[in-house]
């Protein structure tokens, strides 16, 4: 009997990580040693930065001078868009507005337009906008570089 419950405790908290978009690397959105790439993809609230799956990253405006002020509680709800490689720019991306940051577990955090980038926890799908406005300080980064505050 303790081993079911065991065994159910352990599938419980794989899916709660899984669900929280985590990693074993320091909470980021990416494993580690994973390839990370950035595109443009087009949603509801035009052309946005997405990951290479086509997810949607997103930006802090608590962030300053491309440094990201998201960690402990917040890094569970938005983990940073990191690798332990530097970000590849794909289709539509401004390669000059790409940029990265190294985050204290050792990780690069890709930055496009001086915005640290993020995934939300709540996004299920590629295309998902569910971050959209969340608390007015998280939305998404547009193709130009800029935060794009409107609703989608």
């Not at 971050?131 to 007015?136: I, K, L, M, N, T």
């Amino acid at each position: 009997m303790r081993a079911r419950f065991a065994l159910l405790g352990a599938a419980v908290a794989v899916i709660g990580l899984a669900g929280c978009g985590g990693s074993s690397e320091g909470r980021t959105g990416k494993a580690s040693g994973e390839h990370a790439g950035i595109k443009v993809s087009q949603s509801d609230l035009g052309p946005i930065i997405t990951d290479q799956a086509g997810r949607t990253l997103y930006a802090f405006t608590r962030d300053k001078a491309g440094s990201s002020a998201c960690e402990n509680e917040c890094i569970a709800t938005w983990p940073a868009f990191a690798s332990k490689t530097k970000v590849t720019p794909g289709q539509g991306v401004n390669r000059s507005l790409v940029k990265h940051s190294q985050r204290s577990e050792g990780t690069f955090q890709a930055t496009y337009g001086d915005w640290p980038l993020y995934y939300y926890a709540g996004d299920g799908k590629p295309g998902d906008l569910d971050g959209q406005g969340v608390d007015g300080e998280w939305f998404v980064v547009g193709a130009d570089g800029k935060i794009v505050r409107r609703e989608a």
